[in-house]
């Protein structure tokens, strides 16, 4: 049987610290979909298919890698596509509150779902979407912290 | 001297994890008012009704338990009920910071008021209304998380 | 049925924290026992006899306090003496982490006993008895620390 | 050379934490600027002009003080300012993941711009501008958590 | 190549959080050595050889599961076993900033060794050997926190 | 008046995240005396006039920076120097709480005391002289950990 895991988040946009950490998930698994979480209710910086490009750019090297995008629960997402395993980036224990909750519901709606985390770098734990964005509206300079590609494209336009 | 207790929060809906609470915190008073703290700022998922419709069923064979609205800080509604404790129940290591900060406000301003602490069960431990309101919203089952009337409510609406 | 509360520690010595909660949890139940734990492998400053004649001496105008020593596991002393409820105070997100992992072991043993949690006042939530230890130990002042009885006996001594 | 720090917030309103934060900075610096961050997506209770007032009155005595705003990354007005420093104030392990976060990113931005962590006082480490705000709009006493001037205007307007 | 995995703990007792954490990680490697940590320094409650002995029992239905000891780095034993991946399981908040810490250091020392975090079931989160030897020794229930192969055997011994 | 701040520690051994925090914190006061604690109870890995050396040859650069040893408490040693600052580096929430106990009573003591807290760069916010010793005892790489000149040594000896 094949082993999928979801790499589930808005992406908006995809940051330095996400690449690393499914980057190092591929050894563990036959196929990892980078999965973006639709929410008509949350407002995005950047349109979906902006951000599903930017992921395929990014991991177009791995073939273990796709990029997809859904509605809903995750769960459910995981079970339309027979993944058993949810990878997530852990950065602070913040974000560990946060895993657990999710995770421990996932759990006891799906049993067979597994969530496996691992730990962000701590050249990258404080990198997040939501602080790219606001450096991004800020002005600042993002280059440390988006994949190159993203980075030369927002100097661009 | 009766001792009245405050079970305050949105209950959008009331989940499995405050029923424990209420029900682990009876014992301890002579009356316990479930309080559904109203805020026109925030948009509610059920209408103010349906929630203590819910709520009263829920509890409707436990006489010491009633349920009312209120508006304004938490404090001033315990002052006018006669009420000097507070009830709250604890999840994790962030509630915590939470209730501390309101809890050491509300003696602040009123030393009178003493907020208990109960510790929510394991199995509990990751439910909360907005998760609940979120597996809702992805069609999820609640089953889990809700009392059983507001579930069977839920899968026929 | 009387409602009886174990408030247990090594209260070595008992500290104004100690003394806040206890006095504060008193008009929730019939009786209070503060109930020294005694562990032969931990070395104490004070020997238990001075420990429990300081905390007989600091509750002596509540009838509703008594003080006792146990060995062994706090929810064996609870069961023989009829005491339903554990009362521990918090000042800290791990303190919270220690009580959680504690109360819901002893739940697992013995579901009939509640754990209650009551906050430290903020001015009390640095004080432990392990730093009056060190205090103590480094000829500091604790007047603010521990109860007045018990500053005028270490002054003196 | 000048040794600068920024104080930045929202100040909506100043509480008596941040004044107390900012007094005691003083003597470590020749030049304090605080400095209200404004974000055209955040609505505010008060307007920027009279938070700059209440700021400025608040600190009158103090002329290593001064009164600023400015718009984009904190970073970059630290760097239009010659501002080596960033001054916050935490109060809890969870203003501590947020302020090391931020901290982290303005050092991979700026090297050079040092941040300064300062203890909230135990009696004021419950009180924010969120909290002050909602007490306001609940119409409870905010006498103790805003500067006199401020709860004075705020009795009579 | 082989995907081979340690999980590494003294295992004073093995206990019921333990077993269910391999058991999960079972299906994402070839191997999985569970690795008795020995220090002269540390007194344990059973002899290394009963711990041992222990662990085998519970997981002789499992092929891909073998026991070992080892002294001193857990990632020097790694690399001498030829294993990339050190699993943990995470119960709580101040469990991540421990295993955060020493998954950095390993990281530092050997880049090729990652860390997998899997979280420990609600039901089993607070359960830990140090928990379990302080029920054993105040003479408590431990029937619910280790395997029942020990379980049983200490009630006879 | 000079400003004088203690940097406190049993630096057993100085560690790379030890120097970077004094370094950074140099330009803030005219003079700081990094402090050996001494503590009868507490055996050390170096001896105290290793520990000292140490320091002394990591900081021979920097004429504003000291070292010397004391016995008992931190707060009473500062009034003995005159210093009216503690500085002390954070790594994580966990530091945090331990810091602000400490502050807060240091505070309670003697009020013109202040603590200064500076947050420990990413990548040596896990290194702390616990772990280095136990890489030291494990016989594991250390070059990243402490400063080179004991890296050195420490190959040497």
Chains 1, 2, 3, 4, 5, 6 share one sequence.
Request: overall charge positive.
């Amino acid at each position: 049987m094949k082993k999928i895991a979801i790499f589930p988040g808005s992406f908006d946009p995809i940051t330095s610290g996400h690449v690393d950490i499914v980057r190092r998930a591929v050894p563990l698994f036959d196929h990892i979909i980078v999965a973006i979480g639709t929410n008509s209710q949350k407002q995005s910086l950047y349109p979906l298919e902006k951000r599903m490009e930017w992921i395929s750019r990014v991991f177009q090297d791995e073939p273990k890698i796709s990029v997809e995008s859904y509605e809903g629960l995750t769960v459910n997402f995981c079970n339309e596509r027979g993944a058993d395993y949810i990878v997530r980036g852990i950065r602070s224990a913040s974000d560990f509150d946060y895993e657990k909750t999710i995770a421990h519901l996932n759990n006891a709606m799906f049993p067979n779902i597994e969530t496996i985390l691992i730990l962000a770098k701590p050249e990258l734990s404080s990198v997040s979407s939501t602080i790219v964005r606001e450096i991004i509206r800020g002005k600042g300079r993002v280059g440390k912290f988006v994949p190159k590609e993203i980075a030369k494209e927002l100097k661009l336009s």
